[in-house]
Antibody, heavy 122, light 107 residues
Framework: QVQLVQSGPEAKKPGASVNISCKAS????????IHWLRQAPGQRLEWMGWVNPGSGNARYSQTLEGRITITRDTSATTSYMQLTSLKPEDTAVYYCARLDWFGDLYPTFDSWGQGTLVTVAS | DIQMTQSPFSLSASVGDRVTITCRAS??????LNWYQQKPGKAPEVLISAASSLQSGVPSRFSGSGSGTLFTLSISSLQPEDFATYFC?????????FGQGTKLQIK
């Protein structure tokens, strides 16, 4: 069974950076993109970016470009998301998710990590 | 970016009821629409892809329909485990965007 296991909760001060890991297992890591999303309290899910584990290429949301970096370590089957210059409004639960192509056509987040709460407060 | 709008924001129903949730896209997304269920403190789980195709293991009481800009998720006979938050997501174009969610509560 596909599993994505994320690192634990983080408490940060404004201006700091956070790094979250997402370890994948029970599938071929390089064959599926890993996306990162977040959900602030009472808000809708927001897509942040993704990495191609095979190539290492990443793309980011325009609203976060410049502050976010998504990487992967194929030997560890793990993706990492770093967010810098944290603000209180970055307080959210952060998720990694695997993107599958349902019917070879339809992008679907078919497996998710358990979520990592990041709290940004002074 | 494509905006996704769900209605209602919340819904109260009883076990055995049939409920319908609506999701509207700000422009046509063909049938590139997924539905997810999320329970408190848990990650979302996909129910339906391609607007109407049930994911493996999802009970047949769940169904989806629609294309273009208007979509619906229906649950034919609510079970206790169905009380959760449901949201839609378009996968037509990046950035993938989500509806704000519909919280289904027990009446």
């Amino acid at each position: 069974q596909v599993q994505l296991v994320q690192s634990g909760p983080e408490a940060k001060k404004p201006g700091a950076s956070v790094n979250i890991s997402c370890k994948a297992s029970e599938y071929t890591f390089t064959e599926y993109a890993i996306h990162w999303l977040r959900q602030a309290p009472g808000q809708r899910l927001e897509w942040m970016g993704w990495v191609n584990p095979g190539s290492g290429n990443a793309r980011y949301s325009q609203t976060l470009e410049g502050r976010i970096t998504i990487t992967r370590d194929t030997s560890a089957t793990t993706s990492y998301m770093q967010l810098t210059s944290l603000k209180p409004e970055d307080t959210a639960v952060y998720y990694c998710a695997r993107l599958d192509w349902f019917g070879d056509l339809y992008p679907t987040f078919d497996s998710w990590g358990q979520g990592t709460l990041v709290t940004v407060a002074s | 970016d494509i905006q996704m709008t769900q209605s209602p924001f919340s819904l109260s129903a009883s076990v055995g009821d049939r409920v319908t949730i609506t999701c509207r896209a700000s422009r046509s997304i063909s049938n590139y629409l997924n539905w997810y269920q999320q329970k408190p403190g848990k990650a979302p789980e996909v129910l339906i892809s391609a607007a109407s195709s049930l994911q493996s293991g999802v009970p047949s009481r769940f169904s989806g329909s629609g294309s273009g800009t208007l979509f619906t998720l229906s649950i034919s006979s609510l079970q206790p485990e169905d009380f959760a938050t449901y949201f839609c997501q378009q996968s037509f174009s990046n950035p993938y965007t989500f509806g704000q969610g519909t919280k289904l509560q027990i009446k």
